[in-house]
C-alpha cells in the first residue's frame, strides 16, 4: 500500500514538474507591464526560452533618513525561472548619478497572464552618511506580448 501510495506522489511531482516546464517554455520573450504598490511602473522580458527573466525594470520610491525622497528604478537582468514559475534574486550595485551602495532583494512568479512579486532596496550614500529604504514594494503586471 505504502509503494503504491509512494508511486502515486512521484508521479504528481513529475506532473507538476513538467507543468511549470511547460508554462516556462511557452512564455518564451513574454512581455509583462504593470504597476507597484507605490504607484510607479514595472516591466518585465522573459528570455527567448521562458527560463529566465530576462530584464526587470522597476521603478519606486526610496525614502531617506535625512528626510528625502526621491523616485528612480533599479534594471535586474537573468533570474532564473524554477519550475514553480517563481524567480528570485539579490544584488548590490553602486548608483550612477550619486555613487550609492544599492541593495536589493526581488522574487516574483510569472503566469501565462499576469506576473506579481514583491521588491525591496537598502542604499547608502557614497560618504555613508545617509541611509535610504523603499520597504516592501509590491507589484503587478499583466502580459502585452
Do not use: E, P
Not at 73 to 82: A, K, Q, S, Y
Amino acid at each position: 500500500m505504502r509503494s503504491v501510495r509512494l508511486i502515486a506522489i512521484l508521479a504528481a511531482l513529475a506532473a507538476l514538474s513538467y507543468a511549470g516546464a511547460a508554462l516556462a517554455a511557452g512564455l518564451g520573450k513574454a512581455q509583462y507591464t504593470g504597476t507597484t504598490s507605490d504607484n510607479t511602473a514595472v516591466r518585465l522580458r522573459l528570455s527567448s526560452d521562458g527560463k529566465r527573466v530576462a530584464k526587470l525594470r522597476i521603478f519606486y520610491t526610496v525614502s531617506c533618513d535625512n528626510g528625502q525622497a526621491h523616485k528612480t528604478f533599479t534594471d535586474i537582468f537573468n533570474l532564473g525561472i524554477g519550475k514553480r514559475s517563481t524567480f528570485s534574486g539579490s544584488g548590490t550595485y553602486q548608483g550612477q548619478q550619486d555613487q550609492s551602495t544599492n541593495n536589493f532583494k526581488i522574487s516574483g512568479k510569472v503566469g501565462a497572464k499576469t506576473s506579481k512579486g514583491r521588491f525591496s532596496l537598502n542604499a547608502t550614500d557614497a560618504a555613508k552618511t545617509v541611509h535610504c529604504n523603499t520597504g516592501t514594494v509590491s507589484w503587478t503586471a499583466s502580459r502585452v506580448k
